[in-house]
């Protein structure tokens, strides 16, 4: 047990530099607000949306693993694309973000989604052996 003790105060401790690194280097920043707002915006997003949508599919009984899943990924992936899909007009230099981010993106959404039905179609074949 010590041992395990002495594990999670070294995690902690790592965890600790990291965010003072982390927070030393948005000092830097000249635009810090902008990140310190995006970081707001993703606990914001995680916590009013994706958990409690996650926990509902919990209580889909046969479903839920894999729906589980799906939205997991999908609220990770939307929250990690909203500045791109957020980002207003046309851009000055078109080599900065070439593609067609929000197609790929909902083309990403559907991968996941069929991913999803295929996991929930072959755990339903498998329980029915």
Not at 48 to 63: E, F, N, S, T
């Amino acid at each position: 047990m010590r041992l395990l003790r002495l594990l999670r105060l070294l995690a902690g401790a790592a965890g600790l530099a990291l965010l003072g690194f982390g927070a030393s280097l948005l000092i830097d920043l000249p635009h810090a607000t902008d990140v310190l707002l995006w970081l707001a915006s993703a606990v914001v997003l995680h916590d009013g949306l994706i958990a409690p949508l996650v926990l509902l599919a919990g209580r889909a009984g046969v479903v839920r693993g894999p729906v589980r899943a799906a939205l997991i990924v999908s609220g990770a992936l939307t929250a990690v694309a909203l500045p791109v899909l957020l980002r207003p007009g046309p851009r000055p230099n078109s080599s900065v973000l070439p593609l067609d981010y929000p197609r790929n993106w909902l083309i990403a959404l559907a991968v996941i989604a069929l991913a999803a039905a295929v996991a929930h179609r072959v755990g339903k074949r498998l329980t029915n052996r």
